[in-house]
């Protein structure tokens, strides 16, 4: 057996003397304070071996027992009462072995004082039982902070990155989610308007009778809706739908006069879904310019090259008034003949009819833009489409800005509260109304209180499609949602 002795001025600098001179795996014996600095006593885990009795003997403190050691070194017994290793207060602490360089240091001394930890003496086969187990625990705790560390870079993770739950990811989840709680909404909220309406009926009769006439005209349920729940108070019947027409008008956007568009001339092009008479409605306009300022100041263009005898129709017109037909195809066509016109006070473009959901409808508008000349686009807005299919036209045709709109086959729409309901929902300038195909007596300057008044007496061959009083309920209810229409958010009352 071979103790030996380190001091020095601090814990750290002394087990760093301890493994240079006994390396890693020695035991250290004893730890304490003097006034030099610190000291410890250690000894090599070879010389663990000359501690250890044959037959492992301990006392039950765990220690060996004497005359174990004495049988082993074979020393006198006078020698062997009193062990220098065992009998001295070092011996009795527990040794420990020397920590590995990387680990944390524990038993720094503070406020000048230092720990005295020591492990007890034992064999050699419990020194590596020891080792073992703090390798063990060493594995345990790097496993934990391994798990630690994947778990904080699964949260930090994106979402795209996410494990998938049943082949969805955490945004298609999220999507259903909001998807079922805006369902749920739109759910509550219609049963709450159709609970709410039913109780306004019983309360206020007036309100029913308005509600019917305007649906009963063609108005959507959102603006009759917004009307009706804007009633003035005390009102009676016979005045009621005078102040609804009132607000109807008000909120129509027409021309003043006729003069600003004629008057002032230009480029214009009449756009708009196939058959919705754009061509009759070319000619109409061309014949009042001709009336106003003579064939020779007006010019006539026509892009539609698909629709068999569309040139044609309109070279007839354009024969009739005196005035020349310009044919073209493509966008250059369209500004070599606007370049050779730019001396006329007005010219009329009809394009070619595309439906409001083909591509063409950009194609279209990349021509009339790309032509190097202010083109205004009037849109033509068939009265007998429904009131959702017009929403649609002016949706696909308002990307690239409308000057205005002209109502066509005004005479052939059981109701014409649809194409007004969409005019006020969009505040588009409406300029004319056709109401025939004579040419060019059927094409009018748009009169707001005439629309408002005549759409409240063209119902009478509604009747059968008309809601009853039962139904006004579950007909009001789904408008909760499209309230907040930003159309119906600027209608004016006053």
């Not at 005390?234 to 006069?257: C, E, G, P, Y």
Request: with cysteine; glycine share 8%.
């Amino acid at each position: 057996m071979n103790v030996k002795k380190f001091i020095a001025n601090s814990s750290r600098e002394a087990w760093r003397q301890v493994r240079e001179a006994l390396g890693p795996d020695a035991v250290i014996l004893s730890n304490r304070n003097i006034p030099d600095g610190v000291e410890i006593l250690a000894m090599a885990n070879e010389d663990m071996t000359t501690l250890v009795a044959p037959t492992g003997a301990r006392d039950p403190n765990g220690r060996v027992q004497a005359a174990s050691l004495q049988q082993q070194s074979g020393a006198p017994a006078a020698q062997a009462k009193r062990p220098a290793l065992l009998s001295s207060p070092l011996a009795q602490q527990p040794a420990r072995a020397v920590r590995p360089e990387n680990a944390p240091l524990l038993d720094q001394p503070a406020h000048g004082r230092a720990p005295v930890r020591a492990a007890e003496a034992a064999p050699a086969s419990d020194a590596r039982v020891w080792r073992s187990r703090r390798a063990e625990q060493d594995a345990a705790r790097a496993a934990s902070a391994q798990q630690a560390q994947e778990s904080g870079d699964q949260e930090m993770r994106p979402r795209s990155a996410l494990p998938e739950f049943d082949g969805k990811d955490y945004d298609e989840i999220l999507s259903e989610v909001m998807s079922e709680i805006r369902s749920m909404r739109g759910v509550l909220e219609t049963q709450l308007a159709e609970i709410s309406w039913g109780g306004t009926q019983k309360r206020d009769p007036l309100k029913g009778i308005v509600l019917k006439e305007m649906l009963a005209a063609g108005f959507s349920a959102s603006l009759s809706r917004l009307i009706t729940e804007n009633l003035p108070a005390n009102s009676k019947s016979q005045d009621i739908m005078f102040w609804v027409k009132s607000v109807l008008a008000r909120n129509l956007n027409t021309l003043a006069n006729e003069n600003e568009l004629l008057e002032n001339g230009g480029v214009f092009a009449l756009v708009g879904p196939t058959g919705v008479g754009k061509t009759t409605t070319t000619a109409k306009l061309a014949a009042r310019c001709v009336m106003r300022h003579g064939s020779g100041k007006l010019a006539l263009i026509t892009t539609d090259g698909y629709r068999i005898g569309g040139y044609e129709q309109l070279r007839i017109y354009g024969k009739i008034l005196g005035v020349m037909v310009h044919s073209v195809k493509d966008e250059t066509d369209l500004r070599i003949a606007l370049e050779e016109l730019k001396g006329k006070h007005t010219v009329l473009i009809d394009t070619a009819g595309v439906g409001q959901r083909d591509q063409m409808v950009a194609e279209q508008d990349a021509m009339l833009a790309g032509a190097g000349v202010d083109i205004k686009r009037l849109l033509c807005l068939n009265a007998t489409a429904t009131g959702g299919t017009l929403n649609e036209v002016v949706h696909a045709y308002s990307s690239s800005g409308l000057a205005g709109c002209i109502i066509t086959k005004l005479d052939e729409a059981a109701t014409i509260g649809n194409v007004l309901d969409v005019v006020i929902r969009h505040k588009l300038n409406l300029h004319y109304v056709a109401n025939g195909q004579r040419v060019p007596e059927d094409l009018h300057v748009a009169n707001k209180l005439y629309l408002a008044d005549r759409a409240f007496k063209q119902k009478r061959e509604t009747a059968p499609f008309e809601f009853q009083e039962g139904e006004l309920p579950g007909v009001i209810g789904p408008t909760a949602m499209s309230m907040n229409d930003r159309g119906l958010r600027e209608v004016s009352f006053g």
